[in-house]
């Protein structure tokens, strides 16, 4: 499978937790994205890299969050002391930049469970 | 970005085309319009964009008014496996300064019932 994977698919942790989260990406797409859903909604931004450089983190992202894609490959992201209210969907998804970044290739989730 | 406005849920008979509409009203000369769609559980899938011009691909096909205001994603072929939320996504060309996110309304349900 060539697509963009996330690795757990599911995690169930307690309040107050750390939790970190994997994305491997399209391996030729230099651009990857991070973002949240919760239920009934639409996917939200969160903050995106271009190679190794986080250029963009939206308000969403709390000082408990933070991403790193470390050599411009997979990227991980991290929640410090989590909340139920971080209970969502993360999606990660990957593009070209040089075809504009419209056509963005999502992998399959992380589900978080905050209990 | 411009603002889209898409109905909450539509039904489709199977092997029926699929006809899903937006109205984006305020779009700008230089934005193009984006169609996604998310099956339960799944991450969203890229479907088609244009710019004015209709497009087709194997997908689907995407028709723009000439005022571009509005567009209409067809499905020629429903089948259940189309069964999802659809996003039109309003977004400026080009890969520079901040354009680089997706930005998803609520979007539309399609049912596709047998």
């Known amino acids: 499978d060539t697509g963009v994977s996330q690795d757990p698919r599911h995690k169930i942790t307690k309040r107050g937790q750390n939790v970190t989260f994997r994305c491997d990406p399209i391996s030729e797409h230099n651009r990857l994205y991070w973002y949240r859903q919760t239920l009934g909604q639409g996917p939200e931004f969160l903050t995106y890299?271009?190679?190794?450089?986080?250029?963009?983190k939206s308000r969403l992202l709390s000082d408990r969050f933070s991403a790193e894609r470390p050599k411009g490959s997979f990227s991980t992201l991290e929640i410090q002391r989590t909340e139920q209210g971080d209970s969502a969907m993360y999606l990660c998804?990957?593009?070209?930049?040089?075809f504009g970044g419209g056509e963005q290739y999502f992998g399959p989730g992380t589900r978080l469970t905050v209990t | 970005d411009a603002k889209t406005t898409q109905p909450t849920s539509m039904d489709c008979a199977e092997g029926r085309a699929a006809n899903l509409p937006c109205n984006h009203s305020t779009i700008s000369g230089n934005e193009y319009v984006y169609w996604y769609r998310q099956i339960h559980s799944q991450g969203p899938q890229y479907i088609i964009h244009g710019l004015k011009n209709n497009e087709t691909n194997e997908m689907a096909s995407l028709i723009i008014t000439e005022d571009r205001k509005s567009s209409t994603l067809i499905l020629p072929h429903a089948t259940l496996r189309d069964t999802a939320v659809y996003y039109c996504i309003v977004r400026v060309a080009g890969s520079g300064g901040s354009n680089y996110k997706l930005t998803f309304g609520k979007g539309t349900l399609l049912t596709v019932n047998p």
């Open positions: 998804a990957s593009s070209l930049a040089r």
């Open positions: 890299f271009q190679n190794e450089a986080q250029l963009e």
